[in-house]
């Protein structure tokens, strides 16, 4: 009996702890009809409140049975379970893109390894050839295969012959894609990697000039080569592309006969134009083809006048080859080869059209992030700026470069004549009396304008000036070349809405400008964004009404490390609440870099005069430098071209004739004080090379500043393992200290800012120069300093109180303290300027 009587108690005690533990949540199972209402409310909410989880159990009758807390330990698992969904799918994802990439990897090593081999056989043949004296200046069969041979005449009226040459075209461009036909050597600076857009190289020694990538594209091959197909839409220096024939060719592809003119980059040049076969077909292997050649034929497009402000080029086989990839999307390989036709040109210029890194940046490389840019934009991982579709976007950007180009060139047939100059001809002056502004969507959207558009442009050779250095400075410095009447001109005289007020009114502009982002490209190589320049009435009725002017802007080129790329910075003014179709007028600037002559590889240091590391020091390592080519040497030249355009009324022709070339003038003028000014040689832009990281002078410095340092205060700047040979520069660069140099003037202003410095001001190397010292400390700072500054000069060190400083952008810097000492130069004993170490700053 007391044995049973144990047994139920037992029973019992489980039965209450099984009822416990279903009560505490961690075994409830829900019916279905329970799961398909609380999938409902995750949709909506997916984290409900305590509150909201209660009315949950109220108004749904089914859930009464379960507890608040096991809802919450529901919806718990459930975004557990969404979170590991989503990771598993981004994994699956990566894994696709590394399988193919890895793919990709392996056929571009066996391409290598077939050059390698080849260049061994033809080593080898070239030793044998040495050694027969008679055969090593007659044989010709030693020549290398890198030269594409010259397509015969044919007939190209009918499709047979025009057939003929595009299998022909097909096979030529096939070898040179995957093939041997051309050496191919790794564009510099353009390493590949898993977060590389693509694989890039140049071709070497070969005729013309021919750029290749490669890479994976999370799109399908026919929607890559239809957006391929419009070059006008990413490649911006295309004017036109016009199909004059096509017909059908086997495999369901086809053939077509086109016309295409190319924008000149400079009012230096003459424009090009292509008369091309162009031929689509489908390989057995599933691929997708696109190959190009021009024609021997004279087919000069649809106006026989206007093309002869062309200069006929010649591309040779190129073109796309686009595989699907198991899982979706594609590998796609891209091949651009041209003659440019190099002796039309002048000679200062003929190394732009003699480049491949040049074609491979406006073309090749162009090309593939164009579309990585619609394919990250159709997954929807694009931001939108300021509620713009990307599609917005990409058309501002293309409609200013278009607008820029178009200027540049001024072509008969948009109307485009020149004026009578002055007798000077450094600025050229262009009218057009038919422009009118449309729009492509909204014709109420479009400006007639009353007289026409005026263009002054002008072209100059610079020197020993990075281009992405000057195109940043005048970005961030719009105040000291623009002068903001002329810009207020502009914009009055493209208003187009109707509540806008008429002409110029009286305004003083206050010089600052805010920069508002717009959009940008997924490597940040192109900047779309609004500017606001300030302005204020000076009439007191209209006192309360903003004067403010809005740019639409694009900055491109704007990395220094980037081969072959050139910098630009395009404007337009627009209206404040500017539509998607709002009409453009862009002027701006263009600079081109010219690679360095043979002759040039080893770069002449010349004696800097302030021995400042302002403009001697590189942010990034040293081996970039090297990797930079053309981009980081600064024995360097390159071409800008600038132009306006300005509208006008037809009784003021002449005035605004007059008033743009004076404005283009002073904005050279202005140029050229700027590029002296950031001249990494700070002598000028046509003397000497710019002196590199580990330069002399520059570690001079280094070692004054940190020898000056352990001097008066009695301590190491730097460690002990870190003061010899180049690491001094390296390790005062990334010193985690704030340290600054100041000029000993009347008004001293900052020379140098290691990369803790130039944080803390929020600037950069090429603003620093414009930084006074009084600017960067409060009034009490300012005080102190002057108080201590007896002592500094007198002892040689000063320890500063904590305090507050203010950083360009007008933010405000703690500091727990600051030392400032006299940097001693030490052959001559004397002071060369003072150092700021500012310890533990951080904004306030």
Not at 374 to 389: K, N, W
């Amino acid at each position: 009996m007391a044995m049973a009587i144990a047994q139920q108690h037992r029973e019992s005690s489980s039965s209450g702890s099984i009822n416990k533990h279903l009560d505490s949540g961690k075994y409830v199972r829900y019916t279905a009809e329970q799961v398909e209402a609380l999938e409902r409310v995750y949709l909506e909410c997916p984290k409900p409140s305590s509150l909201r989880r209660q009315q949950l159990i109220r108004e749904c009758p089914i859930l009464s049975n379960i507890e608040p807390k096991q809802i919450k330990v529901w919806f718990q698992n459930r975004r557990c379970r969404e979170k590991q969904r989503k990771e598993a799918s981004r994994l699956q994802t990566v894994n696709r893109k590394l399988t193919a990439m890895n793919k990709l990897l392996m056929e571009e090593n066996d391409r290598l390894q077939k050059q390698v081999s080849q260049l061994v056989c033809e080593n080898g043949y070239m030793r044998q050839q040495l050694q027969t004296a008679s055969a090593a200046t007659t044989d010709a069969s030693c020549e290398s295969v890198v030269t594409t041979p010259q397509h015969s005449l044919r007939d190209a009226n009918n499709p047979a012959g025009l057939l003929s040459i595009a299998e022909e075209t097909l096979a030529e461009f096939l070898s040179k894609a995957t093939g041997t036909a051309v050496d191919w050597v790794q564009m510099p600076g353009m390493k590949p990697g898993p977060d590389s857009v693509g694989i890039f190289a140049i071709s070497h020694s070969c005729s013309g000039v021919a750029a290749r990538a490669c890479g994976l594209v999370s799109l399908e091959p026919s929607k890559i080569a239809e957006i391929l197909k419009d070059r006008p839409s990413w490649f911006r220096d295309c004017r036109s592309l016009e199909v004059f024939t096509m017909f059908p060719a086997g495999n369901g592809g086809t053939v077509e006969l086109l016309y295409t003119q190319i924008y000149a980059p400079t009012t230096l040049a003459p424009a090009r134009d292509f008369w091309t076969l162009r031929y689509t077909t489908s390989l057995d292997n599933g691929s997708l083809v696109v190959c190009e050649r021009s024609l021997s034929g004279s087919g000069a497009g649809p106006n026989t006048a206007a093309a002869a402000q062309f200069v006929r080029a010649e591309m040779l086989p190129s073109g796309y080859l686009i595989r699907p990839c198991e899982g979706g999307g594609s590998i796609i390989h891209i091949v651009d080869h041209l003659n440019l036709e190099a002796w039309s040109v002048p000679e200062v210029l003929r190394p732009l059209y003699e480049s491949s890194r040049v074609v491979a940046q406006k073309m090749t490389i162009a090309a593939l992030r164009y579309i990585r840019q619609i394919a990250q934009e159709t997954s929807g991982e694009v931001v939108y700026g300021l509620g713009r579709q990307p599609a917005v976007l990409r058309t501002f950007s293309q409609r200013l470069s278009r607008g820029f180009n178009d200027a540049i060139n001024g072509f008969n047939d948009d109307g485009w004549s020149l004026m009578s100059c002055d007798g000077a001809e450094d600025v050229i002056i262009a009218v057009n009396s038919t422009k009118n502004l449309n729009t492509t969507s909204n014709p109420a959207n479009s400006l007639s304008l009353p007289g026409g558009v005026l263009c002054a442009k002008a072209s100059m050779l610079l020197q020993n000036v990075p281009p992405a250095v000057l195109v940043r400075f005048l970005r961030e410095h719009r105040s000291e070349w623009a002068d903001f009447s002329v810009d207020a001109y502009s914009a009055a005289s493209l208003k187009a809405s109707p509540y806008s007020y008429p002409g110029m009114r009286p305004t003083r502009f206050t010089g600052s400008q805010i920069i508002m982002p717009l959009g940008h490209t997924i490597e940040h190589e192109e900047l779309l964004e609004v500017i606001r320049l300030e302005g204020h009435s000076l009439a007191h009725e209209d006192a309360f009404m903003s004067r403010d002017i809005h740019l639409l802007q694009i900055c491109s080129g704007v990395d220094e490390n980037a081969v072959g790329a050139c910098s630009e910075l395009v404007f337009a003014p627009i209206d404040e609440m500017f539509p998607d179709d709002a009409p453009l007028l862009p002027s701006g600037f263009r600079i081109i870099p010219l690679d360095s002559k043979s002759g040039d590889t080893q770069e002449t240091l010349t004696t800097h005069r302030t021995l400042d590391l302002t403009s001697s020091l590189e942010v990034g390592p040293a081996t970039n430098q090297a990797a930079g080519d053309s981009s980081s040497c600064y024995n360097t030249r390159s071409v800008l071209t600038i132009a306006f355009q300005f509208p006008f009324e037809s009784n003021l022709q002449d005035n605004v004739a007059t008033m743009a070339r004076q404005y283009v003038r002073s904005v050279i003028s202005s140029v050229q004080r700027v590029a002296m000014a950031i001249s990494p040689s700070g002598l000028g832009p046509a003397v000497g090379p710019k002196l590199s990281a580990g330069s002399p002078e520059a570690l001079t410095l280094a070692h004054w500043i940190c020898q000056s340092y352990s001097y008066h205060v009695g301590a190491e700047l730097l460690r002990s393992d870190s003061v010899g040979g180049d690491s001094v520069l390296k390790n005062l660069w990334h010193h985690q200290d704030a340290i600054l140099c100041c000029s000993l003037k009347s008004l001293p202003v900052l020379i140098f800012a290691n990369q803790a410095g130039l944080d803390m001001l929020e600037t950069t190397l090429v603003a620093l120069q414009d930084i006074s010292l009084d600017k960067i400390f409060d009034e009490s700072g300012r005080k102190g300093l002057c108080a201590d500054f007896a002592k500094i000069m007198q002892q040689g060190f000063a320890y500063l109180p904590a305090g507050i400083c203010m950083s360009t952008m007008g933010r405000h810097v703690s500091y727990e303290q600051a030392i400032a000492w006299k940097v001693l130069a030490a052959e001559e004993n004397t002071v060369h300027c003072l150092a700021f170490s500012f310890i533990n700053w951080s904004f306030v």
